[in-house]
Structure formats: C-alpha cells, structure tokens
C-alpha cells in the first residue's frame, strides 16, 4: 500500500486532498496525513481535513511506503522543501486529476500536480514538482522548469519556454515561443508577448515590467 504524504496544511492542501480522493487507486493507495512546519501536531486538523497532522516536515522520519505530494503554492519554497525531502531519500507522487487531458506525447517530471480540467499538450515537457492549476493549459511543445506554478485559466500557448520556480498568476496568457527567465513572476491577466527576463515581475496587456 502506498502512503500518500501532502506537505503542506493550508488552504491550497484542501483542494488537493479532494482532488487526491478523487484520483486514488483504494486498491494500492492511501492518504496518510500531512505535514506542516507551521501547524502544532494534533489529532485532526478541521473536519473538511479527515486527514491526521503528522508533525513538521524536517521531524518526520520517512518510511518504505511514503510517496509525497506538495501542497505549496509559492514556487521556491515548494522546491527548497522537494529538494530537502529528495536529501532524505523521499519519493514522490504525480497527480493527474481525472479531469484532466494529458497528450501520449507529453512528459510530466516527478512529483507534478495536474489539477481539474486542465491541458498538457502534445510534446510539451513538464518539470519536476511543477503545479498546473484548474484550467490552465500547456501548449504543443512547451517547456516548464522544475516548481513552476500556473495559476487558474493560465494560457501557454505553443512552444513557450518557462525556466525555474516562474509564477503565472490568474488568466494569464504567454504568447508563441515565448521565454520567461527563472523565478520570474508574470501577473494575473498579463499577456506576454516577449521575453521575461530572470527574476523579472511583469503585468497588464500587454505585459510591462514592474
């Protein structure tokens, strides 16, 4: 039986424990609990949760079973926790929301969240720990780094180009073959129409740098 771990206790996690019950195999899968640094360990978190709070995510002590699926929205941060549970021999889980359309053609990387009724085209590539939100599409032949983040009815469109840890915000779009730089932040309802520099924030439409 594989143990499925959510790292994270706030409010993205309450979404993605529906979308974790939603996509279980209860044959070979199980929701074990979830880990938070900010939370003080208790029986059960609100009811919504049903779910045990295990403790801080560096006090906990892996086991065999233990598969991982982060709940944290901030790009960064969600990598400096995957690569400090990686240091520690943890595994990671890929969830796909049923919902959601996946070409045959596509790769997602290890630990990636693809939320309800969103689109991974065909070609694209999809790094590791990357979080595709309700909505939201990947083009044909784009190509996300490890920890992005894409917000809700986020729009890449063909052969878009995100580096690391990049926030899309809310309805946003990236036109054709465009490149955002790593840990850039494009904002919500922005349309990007050429390249983001690293580190750069931009906003409104057409997109301006902040």
């Known amino acids: 039986m594989k143990n499925i771990i959510i790292v994270g206790a706030g409010r993205f996690a309450r979404e993605l424990l529906c979308w974790l019950e939603d996509s279980l195999d209860p044959a070979s899968e199980r929701i074990a609990g979830l880990l938070d640094d900010t939370l003080a360990p208790a029986p059960m978190l609100e009811d919504e949760y049903r779910y045990p709070l295990l403790g801080a995510i560096a006090a906990y002590s892996l086991r065999p079973d233990d598969v991982f699926v982060l709940a ?30 996946v070409a045959r053609t596509a790769r997602l990387g290890r630990g990636a969240v693809v939320c309800p009724f969103a689109l991974v085209s065909a070609g694209s ?17 784009a190509v996300l ?64 740098t902040l």
């Open 72 to 101: 944290v929205g901030a790009p960064a941060a969600r990598l400096a926790i995957a690569e400090g549970l990686a240091a520690r021999g943890a595994r990671f889980h890929t969830l796909i929301h049923p919902s959601a359309i």
């Open 145 to 208: 780094g490890n920890g992005c983040t894409l917000s809700s009815h986020v729009d890449l469109t063909g052969a878009v180009q995100l580096g690391v840890a990049v926030m899309v915000g809310s309805g946003a779009s990236v036109l054709p073959r465009v490149q955002v730089g790593d840990g850039a932040t494009v904002g919500a309802g922005a349309v990007v129409m050429r390249r983001v520099a690293a580190g750069a924030t931009v906003y409104a439409p057409p997109a301006k």
């Open 125 to 141: 590539r999809v790094g590791d720990f990357v979080t595709i939100n309700s909505y939201a599409s990947v083009g044909h032949d």
